[in-house]
């Protein structure tokens, strides 16, 4: 399956973005899904999950409460809608498919798309 995450850019702290992974090649309700995101130098961190059918959901403690993850198996899309965004959330966010187990660290993530940069001014 390739993925292909959008809808980053640059917002002022307390705004709002939603970020896309849409996905093709493979039966996408089949998977499982993680957003992760990464800043220069630390490693790639677990933002939020989704299982195949969105029934289930978890998230990083950084982020709960503002952020919500779903999905459109329809449209072969996952959302990640971030709300009172902060600078710390600043990062490159992606979006990763695993057929096994609900992705919460890299190791389970099975495919990979590229990030899309996430930047939050003060």
């Known amino acids: 399956v390739q993925l292909q995450a959008s809808g980053g850019g640059l917002v002022q702290a307390g705004g709002s973005l939603r970020l896309s992974c849409a996905a093709s090649?493979?039966?996408?309700?089949?998977?499982?899904v993680g957003w992760f995101r990464q800043t220069p130098g630390k490693e790639r961190e677990f933002v939020a999950r989704?299982?195949?059918?969105?029934?289930?959901?978890d998230y990083g403690d950084s982020v709960k409460g503002r952020f919500t993850i779903s999905r459109d198996n329809a449209k072969n899309t996952v959302y990640l809608q971030m709300n009172s965004l902060k600078v710390e959330d600043t990062a490159v966010y992606y979006c990763?498919?695993?057929?096994?187990?609900?992705?919460?660290?890299?190791?389970?993530?099975?495919?990979w798309g590229k990030g899309t940069q996430v930047t939050v001014s003060s």
């Open positions: 090649g493979r039966t996408f309700s089949n998977y499982h």
């Open positions: 990763g498919a695993a057929y096994s187990r609900i992705p919460k660290s890299v190791g389970e993530v099975n495919y």
């Open positions: 989704i299982n195949w059918s969105g029934s289930s959901t």
